[in-house]
C-alpha cells in the first residue's frame, strides 16, 4: 500500500511563498504519477497540478499557472508543489495524490491521498 505525507503548509502573506512536500513510501513508488489537489471551504475539490512518473509531462489549472510549478525528486519518491506569488484565494487544504495508472485528473480519482496541508494566505 502507497502512503503519502505532505509537510510544508502554513501561513504566508500575499505575493508570498510556500513550498508543499509530498513524500511517498510503498511499493511502485518510481512509477507514481502525482497531482495536487486542494479544497478551500464552501467550495468543490478543485485539482492544481499534475506530474507524470520522471517528472515528465506537467499540467495545471488556470488558476495556478505560471504561478505554481510541481516536480518531483524521483531519488526521494518525492513531488513538491512550489508556490509563489500566493492569493488569499489560494487559501484550503491542499492534498497530495498519486496513482500507477495515467489518470484524467480532472475526471477520475486517484487511488492514493494523502491526509491534507492547511495553505493560509492573508490579503
Known amino acids: 500500500q502507497v502512503e503519502l505525507v505532505e509537510s510544508g503548509g502554513g501561513f504566508a502573506q500575499a505575493g508570498g511563498s510556500l513550498r508543499l512536500s509530498c513524500a511517498a513510501s510503498g511499493p511502485n513508488t518510481d512509477r507514481l504519477d502525482f497531482a495536487w489537489f486542494r479544497h478551500a471551504p464552501g467550495k468543490e475539490r478543485e485539482f492544481v497540478a499534475s506530474i507524470r512518473w520522471g517528472g515528465h509531462n506537467t499540467d495545471y489549472s488556470n488558476s495556478v499557472k505560471g504561478r505554481f510549478t510541481i516536480s518531483t525528486d524521483n531519488a526521494k519518491n518525492t513531488a513538491y508543489l512550489q508556490m509563489n506569488g500566493l492569493k488569499p484565494e489560494d487559501t484550503a487544504v491542499y492534498y497530495c495524490?498519486?496513482?500507477?495508472?495515467?489518470?484524467?485528473?480532472?475526471?477520475?480519482?486517484?487511488?492514493?491521498w494523502g491526509q491534507g496541508t492547511q495553505v493560509t494566505v492573508s490579503s
Open positions: 495524490a498519486a496513482d500507477l495508472s495515467d489518470l484524467d485528473w480532472y475526471h477520475e480519482n486517484p487511488d492514493y
